[in-house]
């Protein structure tokens, strides 16, 4: 197998539980957009075929909405997200049961359930118990690496690894492995593509190309995510403030209330429960306000973390082809620094204040005129 080097990392180092589509199912056969946002080829299927050809739609994502343009090739001109693909491929092998021989379909037409699976770049196949005794029999694959499925466990360990070292991402023309990248068509390519359709461009070894790029990318991955980050734990310390300053500015007047209804004594009871209750109501109403500005501020936060989570994971856990494939397909340097750019402070703010006029309230309260609490614009 191909030594992925210091870009590869193993498996049980990702959250498989964060491969999931904006539909909430787990990806299939997912699809990345130019927002950098992912769906599965259904989801992105279901939404073209709602357009008429050449139209534009927009991202699905929540807080996100960037409008593109619908290819003419509808799902072909919309690149495949090989990094989520290929780990959607491994969490595959550990959910399901029931994998087909690979042997006994190809060559009996027969459907035999498999108990192993070999790892080896020219097999990569699921065997039965009966070919797996005679893939050990054989001398060109005695040696090969076989796993039980049995093996499989809610981790993964050692079969998911293995899964994963046994993935490359192929050219999209030919199928075939990436053999170098045309920096002037910025394109992944096979030998034979390089020959036929990209004569006199410059060409570059993948992984002395990834020395180069990988760096800057990796760093602004990195700070994009970091950002996003600290926008997420901004939300909840300044939503909690915002509660605390509607309970202080309750608390406040209910202070006062207590002091006008000393001063008042029995005359003032009543009405003091009613202004205490309408101070609840007043802070009831900011609370679902703040709660409308905390919902906001949590939606553009994840409209950023799911492209950042995105970039981040592929620069921590995928391999050198799959962040080259990515690069090529879109300049992720620019469009991370941009969306970077975008964030916006979090701001969550209380823009009312609770009042009492204590004064006001004693000319009032032998006349039966409503109670002197109120709410003003901050």
Not at 30 to 55: G, Q, V, Y
Not at 60 to 65: L, N
Request: aromatic residues 6%.
């Amino acid at each position: 197998m191909e030594d992925r080097g210091e870009y590869f990392r193993k498996y049980g180092d990702v959250d498989i539980d964060s491969l999931k589509c904006n539909c909430g199912q787990e990806f299939r056969e997912p699809r990345i957009l130019r927002c950098l946002h992912s769906l599965c080829k259904n989801c992105l299927d279901d939404l073209t075929n709602r357009l008429e050809r050449d139209d534009r739609y927009k991202c699905p994502y929540p807080k996100c909405q960037q409008e593109m343009t619908w290819d003419t090739n509808r799902l072909n001109g919309i690149p495949k997200n090989d990094f989520y693909d290929k780990l959607a491929d491994v969490k595959g092998d550990q959910l399901k049961s029931g994998k087909m021989c690979g042997i006994c379909l190809v060559l009996d037409n027969k459907r035999t359930e498999a108990v192993a699976r070999c790892f080896e770049d020219e097999c990569d196949l699921y065997l039965c118990q009966d070919d797996w005794d005679d893939h050990k029999k054989q001398s060109a694959s005695k040696d090969h690496e076989v796993l039980k499925l049995e093996t499989i466990t809610n981790k993964l360990n050692i079969y998911g690894d293995k899964l994963r070292e046994s993935q490359c991402v192929k050219c999209r023309k030919d199928n075939e492995k990436i053999e170098a990248v045309c920096t002037d068509c910025s394109e992944l390519v096979c030998k034979e593509c390089s020959k036929k359709g990209h004569r006199r461009h410059t060409m570059e070894n993948p992984k002395e190309y990834l020395k180069k790029v990988y760096p800057e990318s990796k760093q602004v991955a990195e700070e994009y995510f970091k950002a996003v980050k600290e926008q997420g734990d901004l939300i909840p310390l300044q939503r909690d403030n915002a509660y605390g300053q509607i309970q202080e500015a309750g608390t406040k007047a209910k202070s006062q209330v207590a002091k006008w209804r000393q001063d008042m004594m029995n005359l003032v009871d009543e009405k003091a429960k009613d202004m205490e209750a309408k101070i609840d109501e007043y802070a009831a109403d900011m609370n679902e306000e703040v709660n409308q500005q905390v919902t906001e501020e949590e939606q553009m936060h994840n409209f950023h973390k799911t492209k950042a989570e995105f970039l981040y994971n592929l620069h921590q856990y995928g391999h050198p082809d799959e962040i080259l494939q990515i690069k090529a397909d879109f300049d992720t340097i620019k469009i991370a620094k941009e969306q970077k750019q975008t964030m916006k402070p979090v701001k969550i703010m209380v823009s009312q204040e609770i009042t009492f006029n204590g004064d006001e309230a004693k000319e009032v309260v032998s006349t039966g005129a409503s109670v002197q609490v109120s709410t003003k614009i901050m």
